[in-house]
Structures are given as C-alpha cells and as structure tokens.
C-alpha cells in the first residue's frame, strides 16, 4: 500500500490557501502512485488555531472549506486535518479536533482526537472535547486506525502521566494493520529523536507499520520541524523525512527496506534552520518583506543578522550600527565587516549628540546625582527609538537581539534594545549562541571572528564588560537551564555543585524580571521552556524557591 505523505506549510485560519496548498499536495503524491495520502493535524486550519475558533464563523468558514476541498478527492482518499463542532445538545467542549476521510467527492469518515494535551505550550482542553472511543477504519481489505498528534504519545515519553485512556492500544485490541498519525508537533532541541523512538517502540509494540505526518512551519512563536516518519512493523526506520521543509513523499509501509541511518543533525544546525524557518514565516505569514536590526559589533546582532539574511534574504534586511561616546571603534568596523560578508545594508548613526542632548535635558532634575545604569538606559533608549523610525519608515521587522541569558536575568534595556516585533534568539542560551556562530564559520568567515572571540561587553560605560555583573556564561547558562527549563529549586540546583551566593543571585534576578519578560517581543521557542506561551509565571509573587 503506498501512502502519500503530504508534510505542507499551512497558516492558521487562511481556509482557501491551505485548501489550495492540500489540493496541491494531494496532486503531487497521486502523481507519485499514492493509495492514500495523509496530511497534518489541523492541516485545512493551521495549528494552533487557539481563540479563532470561538469566533462565530471561523468553525462554519472551516467547514465550508472542507466541503469544497472534498468536492476536489477522487477515489484516492485525502485525510486532513480540521475543526468540527461537537454535538449541541450534549454537554462538553463546544468542538473537537478531527481528521475527515475525503473519498470519491464526499467524507467519508470523521475520526475525533482522543488526547488533548493541556500542559506547556498546548490548551487543547479549552477548546476541544475528546473522541469516546477509538475505532478502526476499513478500507482495501486492511484495518487502519487513525490517531492524531497526542493519540500517540505514551507514559514513557511524557514528562508525566496524564490520561487514562491509550488510543493505540485500543485500536491494537480491535485489530489493526496499519497506524497512521497526523501530527502538529512542535520543535524543540531534542524532540525529533523523542519522536523516533517513540513510534519505532509503538510499531514493535503493534506489530504494525506506523505512518506519522507532521507539520512544518512557523505559527507565532511555535516552529514545526516535520520529520515526518514511516516505521517498520519491526520498529526500524524506513525513511525520515528532512526537516524544516516542505515535502511530498510516496511511501509503502509495508515494504521491509529499512534505513536506519536517519542520524540527527548537529544541535547548532538543527537550531539555525529552525530559526531561519521561524523567522521567515513569522515575517511572510505576517506580510512583511524586509527586516531591520541594530548591529552592535557583538556576537547577538551577529547570529540575529545571519539568520535574517537567510531567512528573507540579504537584500532585504537593513542595519544600523549606532556608536555611542563608550562604543570602540572596533565594533563598529565589525559590524561593517559582518554587513560585507552578508551582502546587507549597514549604515552608521552616531548617537552621541542625542545622549549628551538628552543628558543636558535632564540635567536640571539629574543634578548632584553620579551617573549611573540611568544614562546607560539611555543609549540602549535613544537606538530603540532610531530603529523603530527605520521600521516606520520603511515597513521593515524591526528584529530585537537579545539572547535567553540575558533576558532571564534582565540583562536588557525595556523600549531600548528590547523594541522589536520578533526576538529571534530569546531562546537561545549565549552558550548556544556561540555554538551556533562558530558552526557557521566552519568553512569560511561569516561571522567576524573577532567577533566571536573578543569579550562580550554592552559598550554602555566606559571599559564595560559582561561578566563586570554577570557570572561566566557557562555557569549562568547551566543554572538558568535547571532553574527555568528544569524547575528545580535553587537548594536543589546548590546541592548539584553550585555556587550559593551565584545560584540564588540568579534566582532572584529571574524572578525578579518576569514583568520585563511581559513586555518583550514575542520569541521563538526552541528549547523545553521558552520565555512566553509554554510558561506562565505571575509577575507579582512572594514565593522564594
């Protein structure tokens, strides 16, 4: 049986494009010899559609778009992804996440999903209610039972257990030949090797082939990798789809060629292409063309600016380098260097007269009083406000260039260098950032390695470097991984080995910064736990863990 894989790109709520993306799609792997040709969760929607559903005509427009798009299905069936109401008259959640068989110009079934996570990033359970049984499907003498994304996600691979209920072996008890999963499940570090190994267990389990679909793409602060899947009944890769990409496959399940050799990339390409790709649909699915950062001469604005590059295009992104009075002039002749390698626009603002305007401004109010973090505030504040006129001006993504260790502990200037519509690296740990900016000169110089080797500094006050205030990145990076991605308390974080008088600085500093973190461009999200929709901690709290 070949099975046609359709791992698209589809943007939440757009019913008539992602009609057309399917339709598309469809076509490619029919042409291919499909049987049968599987999509991703929610694939006529987009995942996560969230709030829209309550909007009175989001549910009906989406069934409309179903309508026609069966309408499009001869007799190779189409399974995609959708919302549908749940039944009026019976209590519940108003809707359900559903998958519809498309054959022969109607829907022929409809499967409800069964799981509904609710933890982390997702909120199912505020939507949706969960399908009460989990039946198999016949067609072309074979028995198929359908799951969708969660369906399939066991105790061991769960942080811990929350149902009761174990979709695959109630279809496994019925009787089944085939799996086959439609899935929307989001990228983080790691989560594309999870995934393998839980279905090849799920396939060894069965006793049967497991086809998992998943989405690609970029929804806010959510990227989706692919890597879509099909495994042998004896739990052994039969292909691994690339990821970050659009792609239509054909696949028969039931062959026994194996390829086992579907090995992980290296963590800093993994982040780099999830990023480009989360960038680049952020920017497009929200109608921008163009991008402008700060460059700084420093390794954040470097990565940012690659990325950028990358994901919209060289010519498409503007740069400004703005030396203040404590600014080297080093930094600005890497920012230059990073621009030329790039092919970008990078021009220069000096910002000195604005600061010293500001200051003689203030001064009256300011008198007596030594300068401090203020007058620092200030500089960061004066090259918001110049970036936010260029984004004005020319309809450009203004791109914030802030790191997770900096924007864990507040290392950051609120309206100043935290302005931006996107903060394309929040999640990614300063360790990780030179990890993934040393990986990108591994065969010529992207990067400026002075760049890359000369010591971080805010360049706000004279002589400034990072580690003046902050512990070695490598420490905070490890106890900021513990305490944020981790959860653990900080006694528990001391007892692994830790600096006291460090460890509970770095608490305080990140609890004490979470009203910043509100006000911060949303993210995207590439670890276990991001700053923004996977974590929700109150801003005014007097807990001391």
């Known amino acids: 049986m070949k099975i046609g894989i359709a791992q698209i790109n589809s943007v939440v709520g757009d019913f008539p494009g992602n009609a057309k993306r399917l339709i598309a799609a469809y076509r490619e792997c029919v042409d291919q010899g499909a049987e049968l040709v599987i999509t991703p969760e929610l694939s006529l929607v987009g995942y996560p559609p969230r709030d829209l559903v309550f909007k009175s005509n989001f549910v009906p427009k989406c069934l409309q778009a179903l309508d026609y798009l069966a309408g499009e299905i001869r007799e190779i069936p189409l399974l995609v992804g959708y919302v549908d109401h749940h039944h009026p008259r019976q209590p519940g959640k108003p809707f359900r996440n559903a998958a519809a068989w498309l054959e022969n110009g ?99 389990s069965t006793k049967v082939p497991v086809v998992y679909c998943n989405a690609i793409g970029g929804h806010d602060q959510l990227v989706f990798d692919g890597h879509s899947l099909v495994i042998g009944s004896n739990g052994r890769t039969i292909t691994q789809f690339a990821g970050f990409e659009e792609s239509c496959r054909t696949i028969d399940p039931f062959l026994t060629t194996e390829n086992d050799d579907a090995a992980e990339e290296a963590d800093a390409s993994q982040l780099y292409r999830a990023l480009v790709l989360g960038l680049r649909d952020y920017a497009q699915k ?155 000169n591994r065969e010529r110089e992207i990067i ?17 470097k990072d580690q003046d205030t902050l512990p070695p990145y490598d420490t905070l990076d490890a106890i900021l991984e513990l305490y944020v991605e981790h959860h653990l308390s900080t006694d528990d974080i001391i007892s692994r080995g830790f600096d006291e008088p460090t460890v509970r600085w770095i608490q305080r500093r990140v609890d004490l910064n979470e009203w910043k973190r509100h006000q911060a461009a949303p993210g995207l999200r590439v670890t276990t736990k991001a700053f923004g929709i996977g974590r929700r901690m109150p801003i005014v709290q007097h807990f001391s863990s």
């Open 106 to 204: 109607a829907i022929r079934h409809r499967v409800w999903k069964t799981l509904l996570p609710t933890y982390d990033v997702f909120d199912e359970r505020r939507y949706f209610e969960p399908a009460e049984s989990s039946e198999p499907i016949e067609w072309n003498g074979k028995r198929i039972g359908i799951t969708i994304c969660e369906d399939i996600w066991t105790e061991d691979y769960l942080e811990i257990p929350f149902y009761d209920r174990n979709p695959v072996d109630e279809l496994a008890g019925k009787g089944i030949d085939l799996i086959l999963n439609l899935s929307a499940s989001p990228y983080h570090l790691g989560k594309p090797a999870q995934r393998r190994s839980m279905i090849g267990a799920i396939a060894r």
């Open 286 to 440: 929200s109608g921008f063309t163009s991008a402008c950062l700060g460059l700084s001469g420093g390794i954040d604005s470097a990565l940012t600016a690659v990325i950028a590059a990358d994901a919209l295009g060289r010519e498409n992104i503007h740069g400004l380098t703005m030396p203040s009075p404590y600014s080297s002039r080093g930094s600005v002749e890497d920012s230059f260097a990073l621009a030329k390698n790039l092919g970008i626009r990078c021009d220069e603002i000096s910002i000195r007269a604005p600061f010293e305007s500001i200051k003689a401004t203030m001064h009256f109010l300011f008198e007596g009083k030594p300068e401090d973090v203020t007058e620092e505030n200030m500089q960061a504040r004066i090259r918001g406000l110049l970036l936010m006129a260029l984004s004005n001006k020319d309809n450009h993504l203004l791109l914030s260039t802030g790191n997770k260790s900096e924007l864990s502990v507040g290392y950051c200037t609120i309206y100043g260098d935290m302005c931006g519509g996107l903060a394309v690296i929040s999640d990614l740990p300063k360790t990780r950032v030179y990890e993934i900016s040393r990986w990108l």
């Open 448 to 464: 400026p390695w002075n760049t890359i080797e000369k010591a971080p500094s805010a360049e706000l006050r004279l002589n400034q």
